[in-house]
Each structure stands twice: as C-alpha cells, then as structure tokens.
C-alpha cells in the first residue's frame, strides 16, 4: 500500500514507519518544513493548507498530529493549541480528502482514550460514551473533524491509551524512576489504560487492512492501575519505590492537567481488535515495560525532532 502520515516524526509515527517498510509498503510523510526527500509533502496544518492532489495518489491516511498533553501547565493559551492542532490538522487532511477526484481507501485519525473522561469501576469498550473533562471535550471535537472525511473512505478514530515507549508520557516517568523517586501516585488504584509503542503501530497497521471503522480502542488486553505500572517499571529498572504523591499535592501542583492525566480511572477495554483477531505482542503492562528497558529492546528509538505524537489520553 502507499501510506501518507501526518506527525510521522513523533514516537509513533516513527515506528509506524518502521514497520510499515518492514512489510513492503511505501510511506509518505507530511512535513511543516521544506521537502527534503521525494517522499515527503509540505503542509501548514494550523492554517489547514494542503494539495488535495497529494491525497489521489494514496490508499491510505494515517494522522498523528498534535501538540502533546504532557506540557504543564495547561494555561488558557495552550488548551487552546491543544484543541486546535488536533482539529485543524484533521480537517485540513478531509477536506483535502473531500477534494480528491479518487480519495484514499482508509483514513487512520488520532483519538485517544481521555474522551472517556474518569470513570471508576466501569469497564469502558467502543460502546461507552464520552465523558466529562477538558480532554473528553478535546477528543469530541477531534473526531467530528475526522468524521468529515468522505464517506467512501473508511474512517477508524485510534482512541490511544498511555504508550509504552522510550518517549512521550513515559519520559517523566522514566526520570523519576531513574532519580529513585518512583511513587505511587494519589491512591493507585486508579486504572491507566497502556499499550506498547510496538503493538500501538502494529494495531493500526492491522487497521489498515480490516473493515473495522469508528471508534476502535488502542490499549493492551491486560487492564493495569498506576501502582502496578510504576512498580513493574521501578522493577524493571532495579529502583525503588517507596514513595507516594497524594491526590490533593498532585491537585495543587498540576491543576487540571494532574487530575486528568495522573488521577483519573479508565478501564479500557480494545474489543473491536480483540474481536476482530488481533494478536496483541505485549499481554501485560510488565512486558511491554520489559521490551522498553531492556538493552537491545525489540523496538527501535525514534529521532528526537519532529511533532509530538499525541500518545496518551488525548
């Protein structure tokens, strides 16, 4: 297949490459600078400007572009850019579909799992509705934008949980870790919906090819809660993990951003994949954390520069 990405340079989309090459296929990438190479395609997203003739010449979109959600704080300013590079990206990329005389076959578009907002004890597939909450909001308007693309293209909404790699919200995690200061953050209890940086760009891979469309959960078949996450990786990496953040210093501290992001309960379920035969590489949050810590791990590093993936929550 011939695959145009957009955030193609962010930990996800880096991998996604990878893999996507591994299988024969060949990739483009949109890119906000000058094209350097015959694969690559100038855009200005923010502004939604884009050669719809781009768009007749593939069989496939995938998007992963937006500002990324780890930044603190979330001042009025940087909510706003939140939103709105996930909405003009997304609909710069349908209109242009929309313009296409032959559009692409499959649209791919980012989503992530923060449109469920904190929901404690319920168990959360495709099905569930949307939440409350600054990022349910977000993701709302993400998928609306998707949802313009033409409807003879298969449209999938990659709602995305915490990704498990050498980037994106596992940095701060991974830092602390490394310093000796790995805690349990607010109760524990609370469920973080994870999934590995490879089966992350293996599902969607899978994506391309199923019929599968709408909302379609990326999260790992093993439902784990923070506790468990920040011990397996305090393990992992031989560190201790003595400490504990309470929910009102993470309140204090983070605003809105700690309650979302660090406090909130999400016990997602991937359905649609597990129903629809894909085989998940990574069964628990442990071995996805041993693939990352591991020397030699199985997945490859990104580069450091391009956009930032949005590969957690919203």
């Known amino acids: 297949m011939r695959v145009l990405i957009g955030g193609a340079s962010g930990m996800i989309g880096t991998e996604l490459q990878r893999q996507l090459r591994a ?32 768009l007749d010449t593939v069989d496939a979109v995938v998007n992963l572009s937006g500002a990324s ?12 850019e939140i939103l709105e590079s996930r909405v003009q990206a997304t609909r710069a990329l349908a209109e242009a579909m929309s313009m296409a005389s032959t559009p692409p ?36 308007a993400w998928e609306e934008a998707a949802s313009l693309a033409p409807e003879a ?5 990659l709602r995305t949980g915490l990704v498990v790699g050498p980037g994106g919200a596992m940095t701060p995690l991974r830092l602390l870790t490394a310093l000796g200061a790995a805690a349990r953050i607010g109760t524990g209890g609370q469920h973080w919906p994870w999934i590995s940086l490879h089966d992350e760009a293996a599902a969607i891979r899978h994506l391309l090819t199923s019929r599968l469309s709408g909302a379609v959960n990326l999260a790992g078949p093993t439902p784990s809660t923070s506790d468990r996450m920040t011990r397996a990786l305090a393990s992992a990496m ?10 009102r210093l993470i309140g204090l501290a983070m605003g809105d951003a700690g309650r979302e992001l660090l406090l ?20 628990t949050v442990e071995d996805a954390i041993a693939a990352l810590t591991t020397k030699g791990s199985r997945d490859e590093e990104p580069r450091p520069e391009g956009s930032a993936a949005p590969d957690a929550r919203a």
Request: charged share 30%; net charge positive; glycine share 8%.
């Open 264 to 283: 909130a309960s999400q016990k997602v379920v991937p359905a649609k994949l597990l129903d629809d035969g894909f085989v998940f590489r990574d069964q």
């Open 153 to 157: 293209t298969r449209t999938v909404f």
């Open 69 to 80: 959600i780890a930044r603190i704080p979330w001042t009025r300013g940087y909510r706003r």
């Open 23 to 54: 299988d024969g296929h060949e990739v483009l990438t949109l890119v906000r600078r000058k094209p350097a190479h015959e694969n690559e395609f100038a855009w200005a997203p923010d502004s939604r400007v884009l050669d719809f003739r781009i």
């Open 238 to 247: 031989r560190r201790w993990h003595l400490f504990a953040l309470p929910e």
């Open 105 to 140: 076959a499959v649209f791919l578009s980012g989503s992530a799992v923060g449109v469920y907002g904190d929901r404690p004890g319920e168990r959360l597939t495709e099905a569930s509705p949307a939440g409350e909450g600054f990022l349910a909001e977000v993701v709302q």
